[in-house]
Protein backbone atom coordinates (compact mmCIF):
# COMPACT_ATOMS: atom_id res chain seq x y z
CA UNK A 1 0.00 0.00 0.00
CA UNK A 2 2.14 2.71 -1.08
CA UNK A 3 -0.01 5.59 -2.00
CA UNK A 4 -2.28 4.81 1.19
CA UNK A 5 -4.15 8.20 1.42
CA UNK A 6 -2.89 9.67 -2.43
CA UNK A 7 -5.22 10.51 -4.66
CA UNK A 8 -5.33 9.92 -8.46
CA UNK A 9 -6.79 11.16 -11.58
CA UNK A 10 -5.64 8.92 -14.72
CA UNK A 11 -7.06 9.90 -17.98
CA UNK A 12 -8.20 7.43 -20.71
CA UNK A 13 -8.46 5.17 -18.10
CA UNK A 14 -11.60 2.84 -19.34
CA UNK A 15 -8.86 0.58 -21.73
CA UNK A 16 -5.54 -0.21 -22.21
CA UNK A 17 -2.67 1.36 -20.83
CA UNK A 18 -4.75 3.93 -18.80
CA UNK A 19 -7.26 1.27 -17.06
CA UNK A 20 -3.88 -0.80 -15.75
CA UNK A 21 -2.48 2.35 -14.73
CA UNK A 22 -5.72 3.12 -12.53
CA UNK A 23 -5.91 -0.39 -11.56
CA UNK A 24 -2.14 -0.78 -10.18
CA UNK A 25 -2.32 3.07 -8.20
CA UNK A 26 -5.95 1.65 -6.91
CA UNK A 27 -3.79 -1.73 -5.76
CA UNK A 28 -1.34 0.60 -3.71
CA UNK A 29 -3.90 2.39 -1.70
CA UNK A 30 -4.76 5.67 -3.81
CA UNK A 31 -8.18 6.62 -4.56
CA UNK A 32 -8.86 7.03 -8.67
CA UNK A 33 -10.68 9.25 -10.51
CA UNK A 34 -11.74 6.88 -13.56
CA UNK A 35 -11.51 9.71 -16.15
CA UNK A 36 -12.85 9.30 -20.41
CA UNK A 37 -15.25 9.27 -22.61
CA UNK A 38 -15.93 6.27 -22.83
CA UNK A 39 -19.57 5.00 -20.72
CA UNK A 40 -20.84 2.41 -23.35
CA UNK A 41 -19.26 -0.59 -24.13
CA UNK A 42 -18.75 -1.29 -28.06
CA UNK A 43 -17.87 -4.52 -29.43
CA UNK A 44 -14.92 -2.97 -31.43
CA UNK A 45 -13.51 -1.30 -28.08
CA UNK A 46 -15.04 -2.94 -25.18
CA UNK A 47 -14.22 -0.73 -21.36
CA UNK A 48 -16.10 2.21 -19.98
CA UNK A 49 -15.15 4.32 -16.87
CA UNK A 50 -17.69 2.53 -15.16
CA UNK A 51 -16.07 -0.80 -15.82
CA UNK A 52 -12.71 0.12 -14.75
CA UNK A 53 -14.07 2.09 -11.30
CA UNK A 54 -16.19 -1.66 -10.99
CA UNK A 55 -12.78 -3.42 -10.57
CA UNK A 56 -11.26 -0.83 -8.51
CA UNK A 57 -14.37 -1.41 -5.69
CA UNK A 58 -13.74 -4.84 -6.27
CA UNK A 59 -10.32 -4.92 -5.01
CA UNK A 60 -11.57 -2.86 -2.22
CA UNK A 61 -10.50 0.87 -3.39
CA UNK A 62 -12.05 4.03 -3.85
CA UNK A 63 -13.16 4.93 -7.48
CA UNK A 64 -15.06 8.23 -9.52
CA UNK A 65 -16.44 7.82 -12.79
CA UNK A 66 -15.75 10.88 -14.92
CA UNK A 67 -17.20 11.23 -18.45
CA UNK A 68 -14.50 13.69 -19.91
CA UNK A 69 -13.20 15.01 -23.08
CA UNK A 70 -10.07 16.07 -22.12
CA UNK A 71 -9.65 18.65 -24.84
CA UNK A 72 -12.93 20.51 -23.24
CA UNK A 73 -11.81 23.22 -20.89
CA UNK A 74 -15.59 22.88 -19.17
CA UNK A 75 -15.23 19.50 -19.05
CA UNK A 76 -11.66 19.18 -17.59
CA UNK A 77 -12.71 21.98 -14.71
CA UNK A 78 -15.63 19.51 -13.99
CA UNK A 79 -13.43 16.57 -13.58
CA UNK A 80 -11.58 18.51 -11.17
CA UNK A 81 -13.92 19.91 -9.29
CA UNK A 82 -15.64 16.38 -9.07
CA UNK A 83 -12.53 14.75 -7.46
CA UNK A 84 -12.16 17.38 -5.23
CA UNK A 85 -15.86 16.79 -4.05
CA UNK A 86 -14.93 13.33 -3.47
CA UNK A 87 -11.78 13.20 -1.98
CA UNK A 88 -10.86 16.80 -1.20
CA UNK A 89 -7.18 16.48 -2.75
CA UNK A 90 -4.99 15.59 -5.90
CA UNK A 91 -1.89 14.21 -5.37
CA UNK A 92 -1.39 12.30 -8.59
CA UNK A 93 -2.32 13.21 -12.54
CA UNK A 94 -1.53 10.87 -15.46
CA UNK A 95 -2.00 12.09 -18.64
CA UNK A 96 -2.69 9.05 -20.59
CA UNK A 97 -5.86 9.79 -22.82
CA UNK A 98 -4.71 9.97 -26.35
CA UNK A 99 -6.00 9.20 -29.88
CA UNK A 100 -4.50 8.43 -33.18
CA UNK A 101 -5.40 7.99 -37.15
CA UNK A 102 -1.95 6.21 -38.22
CA UNK A 103 -1.16 8.08 -41.76
CA UNK A 104 1.36 9.57 -43.75
CA UNK A 105 1.10 13.50 -43.44
CA UNK A 106 0.38 13.79 -47.69
CA UNK A 107 -2.79 11.98 -47.11
CA UNK A 108 -4.25 12.93 -43.74
CA UNK A 109 -6.78 15.50 -43.27
CA UNK A 110 -6.20 18.32 -41.56
CA UNK A 111 -9.04 17.46 -39.31
CA UNK A 112 -7.32 14.56 -38.17
CA UNK A 113 -4.30 15.83 -37.54
CA UNK A 114 -6.15 18.73 -35.56
CA UNK A 115 -7.99 16.16 -33.46
CA UNK A 116 -4.62 14.30 -32.47
CA UNK A 117 -3.16 17.62 -31.75
CA UNK A 118 -6.40 19.18 -29.68
CA UNK A 119 -6.36 15.69 -27.45
CA UNK A 120 -2.33 14.50 -27.35
CA UNK A 121 -1.29 17.92 -25.81
CA UNK A 122 -4.27 20.23 -25.14
CA UNK A 123 -5.67 17.64 -23.02
CA UNK A 124 -2.28 17.15 -21.20
CA UNK A 125 -1.70 20.75 -20.59
CA UNK A 126 -5.39 21.44 -19.70
CA UNK A 127 -5.63 18.91 -17.00
CA UNK A 128 -2.06 19.80 -16.01
CA UNK A 129 -2.94 23.75 -15.69
CA UNK A 130 -6.58 22.93 -13.80
CA UNK A 131 -4.26 20.44 -11.35
CA UNK A 132 -1.13 22.81 -10.56
CA UNK A 133 -2.74 25.79 -8.33
CA UNK A 134 -3.65 22.59 -6.59
CA UNK A 135 -0.54 20.84 -6.11
CA UNK A 136 1.30 23.72 -5.38
CA UNK A 137 -0.67 24.61 -2.42
CA UNK A 138 -0.10 21.56 -1.10
CA UNK A 139 3.71 21.81 -1.98
CA UNK A 140 3.59 18.34 -2.90
CA UNK A 141 2.37 16.09 -6.83
CA UNK A 142 3.34 13.96 -9.44
CA UNK A 143 1.88 14.29 -12.82
CA UNK A 144 2.62 11.95 -15.12
CA UNK A 145 2.54 12.11 -19.43
CA UNK A 146 2.07 8.97 -21.19
CA UNK A 147 4.22 9.60 -24.15
CA UNK A 148 5.89 7.07 -26.38
CA UNK A 149 9.09 5.96 -28.04
CA UNK A 150 7.53 7.04 -31.68
CA UNK A 151 8.59 10.89 -30.20
CA UNK A 152 12.11 9.72 -31.20
CA UNK A 153 11.89 6.95 -33.45
CA UNK A 154 12.13 8.01 -37.15
CA UNK A 155 11.51 4.65 -37.79
CA UNK A 156 8.92 3.03 -35.31
CA UNK A 157 6.86 -0.12 -36.96
CA UNK A 158 3.95 0.06 -37.06
CA UNK A 159 3.71 3.79 -38.12
CA UNK A 160 2.49 5.92 -36.00
CA UNK A 161 1.86 8.65 -38.16
CA UNK A 162 3.96 11.78 -37.98
CA UNK A 163 0.65 14.03 -36.15
CA UNK A 164 1.18 11.44 -33.37
CA UNK A 165 4.78 11.57 -33.07
CA UNK A 166 4.88 15.51 -33.20
CA UNK A 167 2.15 15.41 -30.33
CA UNK A 168 4.53 12.94 -28.18
CA UNK A 169 7.79 14.88 -28.66
CA UNK A 170 5.58 18.17 -27.48
CA UNK A 171 4.29 16.11 -24.48
CA UNK A 172 8.46 15.22 -23.96
CA UNK A 173 9.23 19.54 -23.90
CA UNK A 174 6.77 20.08 -22.08
CA UNK A 175 7.34 17.30 -19.22
CA UNK A 176 11.10 18.41 -19.31
CA UNK A 177 10.27 22.32 -18.85
CA UNK A 178 7.50 21.91 -16.72
CA UNK A 179 9.82 19.88 -14.29
CA UNK A 180 11.95 22.66 -14.11
CA UNK A 181 9.70 25.37 -13.47
CA UNK A 182 7.35 23.71 -10.93
CA UNK A 183 10.47 21.89 -8.78
CA UNK A 184 10.60 24.34 -5.93
CA UNK A 185 6.81 23.09 -5.26
CA UNK A 186 7.97 19.53 -4.60
CA UNK A 187 6.29 18.64 -7.24
CA UNK A 188 7.54 15.57 -9.94
CA UNK A 189 6.96 15.82 -13.72
CA UNK A 190 7.95 12.80 -15.92
CA UNK A 191 6.90 10.81 -18.73
CA UNK A 192 6.88 7.19 -19.39
CA UNK A 193 7.84 6.10 -22.91
CA UNK A 194 5.96 3.07 -23.79
CA UNK A 195 6.86 0.91 -27.20
CA UNK A 196 4.03 -1.18 -28.70
CA UNK A 197 1.80 -2.24 -26.02
CA UNK A 198 -1.46 -4.77 -26.60
CA UNK A 199 -3.94 -2.16 -26.16
CA UNK A 200 -7.36 -2.34 -27.58
CA UNK A 201 -6.75 0.73 -29.74
CA UNK A 202 -3.44 -0.18 -31.06
CA UNK A 203 -4.29 -3.55 -31.38
CA UNK A 204 -7.63 -2.82 -33.46
CA UNK A 205 -5.72 -0.33 -35.91
CA UNK A 206 -2.77 -2.95 -36.17
CA UNK A 207 -4.87 -6.11 -36.76
CA UNK A 208 -2.21 -8.01 -39.41
CA UNK A 209 0.69 -7.37 -37.23
CA UNK A 210 2.24 -9.87 -35.48
CA UNK A 211 2.11 -8.97 -32.08
CA UNK A 212 3.64 -11.64 -30.04
CA UNK A 213 6.66 -9.31 -29.23
CA UNK A 214 4.50 -6.33 -27.74
CA UNK A 215 4.36 -5.26 -24.10
CA UNK A 216 0.82 -6.03 -22.09
CA UNK A 217 -0.49 -2.59 -20.75
CA UNK A 218 0.11 -3.86 -17.09
CA UNK A 219 3.22 -3.39 -17.04
CA UNK A 220 3.06 0.36 -17.57
CA UNK A 221 0.60 0.07 -14.15
CA UNK A 222 3.65 -0.74 -12.74
CA UNK A 223 5.94 1.57 -13.61
CA UNK A 224 3.41 3.77 -13.27
CA UNK A 225 3.00 3.16 -9.61
CA UNK A 226 7.32 2.89 -9.52
CA UNK A 227 6.79 6.93 -10.97
CA UNK A 228 4.43 7.97 -8.02
CA UNK A 229 6.53 6.65 -5.54
CA UNK A 230 9.63 8.43 -5.82
CA UNK A 231 10.79 11.45 -3.78
CA UNK A 232 9.86 14.05 -6.58
CA UNK A 233 12.54 16.81 -5.02
CA UNK A 234 15.00 13.95 -6.79
CA UNK A 235 13.16 12.53 -9.65
CA UNK A 236 11.62 14.17 -11.78
CA UNK A 237 11.94 15.80 -15.29
CA UNK A 238 12.95 12.39 -16.35
CA UNK A 239 11.61 11.09 -20.05
CA UNK A 240 11.53 7.09 -19.48
CA UNK A 241 11.55 4.34 -21.58
CA UNK A 242 11.52 1.08 -20.45
CA UNK A 243 15.51 0.18 -20.33
CA UNK A 244 15.86 3.43 -17.85
CA UNK A 245 12.39 2.05 -15.70
CA UNK A 246 13.80 -1.90 -15.50
CA UNK A 247 17.17 0.01 -13.74
CA UNK A 248 15.12 1.95 -11.59
CA UNK A 249 13.44 -0.53 -10.37
CA UNK A 250 16.79 -2.58 -9.85
CA UNK A 251 17.61 0.47 -7.82
CA UNK A 252 14.20 0.62 -5.56
CA UNK A 253 14.67 -3.22 -4.96
CA UNK A 254 11.39 -3.92 -6.80
CA UNK A 255 10.55 -6.88 -8.91
CA UNK A 256 8.43 -6.88 -11.97
Avoid at 16 to 34: D, H, P, W
Amino acid sequence: MRLKNRVAIVTGASRGIGKEIALALAREGACVTVAARSTIESRLMPGTIHRTAEEIRALGGRALPVKVDVSDEKGVETMVGKTLNEFGKIDILVNNAATNRPALFRDMPLEHWDMIIRVNIRGPVLCTKMVLPIMMSQRYGHIINISSVAAENLHHEPMTGLAYDVSKAALNRFTVGLAEEIREYHIAVNALMPDNTETEGWSYLNRDVDRSSWHRPDVWGRYAVLVATRDPDLFTGKLLIEEELKKECERAGWKM
